[in-house]
């Protein structure tokens, strides 16, 4: 199992945290995803490679910043 962990500003609750795990668990390999927002970091746990770009982008789109 590969892992990532991303440096993430914006995110301030744990709704924030809600959003950001629901949108990347869509992605396909993707087995789970930890968003804290408190240390403003979210952790992909990954069964296969998934380009970086693709998981940025699903977060930025959310409006937070990928550091």
């Known amino acids: 199992m590969k892992e990532l962990e991303l440096k993430?500003?914006?995110m301030v609750c744990g709704g924030c945290e809600k959003r950001v795990v629901?949108?990347?668990s869509t992605l396909e390999g993707v087995s789970e995803v930890i968003a804290n927002h408190q240390t403003g970091t979210v952790l992909v746990k990954m069964t296969e490679?998934?380009?970086i770009e693709v998981i940025k982008e699903k977060i930025e789109d959310l409006g937070f910043?990928?550091?």
Do not use: A, P, Q
Request: charged fraction near 40%; avoid cysteine; proline fraction near 0%.
């Open 49 to 51: 490679d998934i380009d």
């Open 8 to 10: 993430v500003e914006g």
């Open 22 to 24: 629901n949108s990347l």
């Open 65 to 67: 910043e990928v550091k």
